[in-house]
């Protein structure tokens, strides 16, 4: 495989994946196209490398830099913006779960909080609580979880991962 293949074969994909995760398909290939950029590229080289709209392009980097995954870089003499990926996979990653949490995770924290406290003690009434308050538990020890590893280092959570693979 040539690398101009590789590198194509790897953007779609990541592009693919980034839909299975509830993110745009073009964010994710921006996305990709900047982390296995050498250097830091325009907006005009990433529509180039694309094929996509210059508002598409600046769209999506501008929620990449809002994730924490894409930052401004400025070049000397130059008048463009230049735009490179975060490249340490562990800070990707914790960026990924501190944004899926604030927008998935958290709203239904806050709803299940809130319809928790339903009245009634009908038999309807006690069984819909006990159900809200299993779902609220489980939730809440998966956003417990997930800020325990969003705030450990990357070597806590690899051993730590390693270890639950052994058992």
Known sequence: MQLQEGKDKFIQTWGTLGSHWGVNRTMAQ?????LIA??????DEI??????????????IRALIDWGLVYKEL????????????KDMWKVFRQIIIQRKK???EPVLRVLEEISKVEGETNQAKEFKNIIGDIHLFASKANQALDNVT???SNWFVNTFI?????
């Open 30 to 34: 921006v996305h990709a196209l900047l």
């Open 38 to 43: 050498p250097e830091a590229l325009s907006a």
């Open 47 to 60: 529509m180039e490398d694309l094929q996509i709209s210059r508002g598409n392009a600046n769209m999506n």
């Open 75 to 86: 070049k000397q003499g130059e008048r463009k913006e230049f735009f490179i990926a975060e």
């Open 103 to 105: 927008k998935e995770l």
């Open 151 to 153: 705030q450990s280092d």
């Open 163 to 167: 270890n639950m693979l052994k058992k």
